[in-house]
């Protein structure tokens, strides 16, 4: 899936993982926030520079993201309960993609 909205993104693994956007953009280390904030990595340097998916979670350097998706695919591996999360957001991201272009199909509701 490509992705291309970040405000969809961080909603999507927000909503997801019972977190803030603001949380996952924050400096907090809290697990909750530091496991959002790897996913939305991870997910964004799919089809991203690891520097672009660095930046939309405002860290400054790409091995932010080179550790995050590292972390991620390590825990996709062992843990089930993260493989379904990362399921769940990627349907939320579709679901919040799907009602922004119904909505409307002039505006360009999602700005990158």
Same mark, same amino acid.
């Given at each position: 899936? /490509? ?5 969809a /993104?961080?909603?999507? &693994? &927000? ?8 949380? +996952? ?5 809290? !697990? $909750?926030?530091?496991? $959002? =904030? ?27 993201? !080179?550790?995050?998706? =590292?972390? +991620?695919? @390590? =825990? /996709?591996?062992? %843990? ?6 990362m399921r769940? +957001? /990627? @349907?939320?991201?579709?679901?919040? +993609?799907?009602?922004?272009?119904? @909505? ?5 509701? %999602?700005? $990158?």
């Open positions: 899936m /490509l992705i291309t909205c970040q405000k /993104l961080l909603q999507s &693994a &927000a909503d997801v993982l019972g977190v803030t956007p603001e949380d +996952i953009l924050g400096k907090r280390k809290r !697990f $909750a926030e530091a496991l $959002a =904030r790897q996913m939305v990595m991870t997910l964004w340097s799919e089809s991203h520079s690891l520097q672009d998916a660095a930046e939309i979670v405002n860290r400054t350097h790409h091995t932010a993201a !080179f550790y995050a998706r =590292r972390k +991620i695919y @390590e =825990r /996709l591996h062992y %843990c089930e309960n993260s493989k379904e999360q769940k +957001i /990627l @349907e939320k991201y579709s679901q919040i +993609i799907l009602e922004q272009t119904t @909505e409307s199909s002039k505006n360009n509701t %999602c700005e $990158a």
